[in-house]
């Protein structure tokens, strides 16, 4: 089975917000180092996983993004 860019990037960004699920929420560029992806395609994957309420985007100094829900109640089929 192939998975597409989009659909890896996605998930290891899911992954990244579940291991520091309990920090403040976490940078897109911190994603992207950690993860050695490039920060503008993450901007690209994270857009829809905030719109299906995977992903919850906070602005400000601060802001970042965190997982809207328990890591365990999130499944790769969403």
């Given amino acids: 089975m192939k998975i597409s860019t989009k659909a890896r990037y996605g998930t290891r960004a899911l992954l990244d917000?579940?291991?520091?699920?309990?920090?403040?929420?976490?940078?897109?560029?911190?994603?992207?180092?950690?993860?050695?992806?490039?920060?503008?395609?993450?901007?690209?994957?994270?857009?829809?996983l905030t719109a299906a309420g995977i992903v919850r985007s906070t602005r400000g100094p601060k802001g970042g993004i965190s997982l809207a829900r328990p890591p365990r109640e999130i499944s790769l089929r969403e």
């Avoid at 180092?33 to 857009?47: A, C, G, K, N, T």
């Fill in 17 to 48: 917000l579940a291991l520091h699920r309990d920090e403040e929420p976490v940078s897109l560029k911190d994603i992207a180092r950690r993860q050695e992806l490039p920060q503008q395609y993450l901007e690209h994957v994270i857009s829809p």
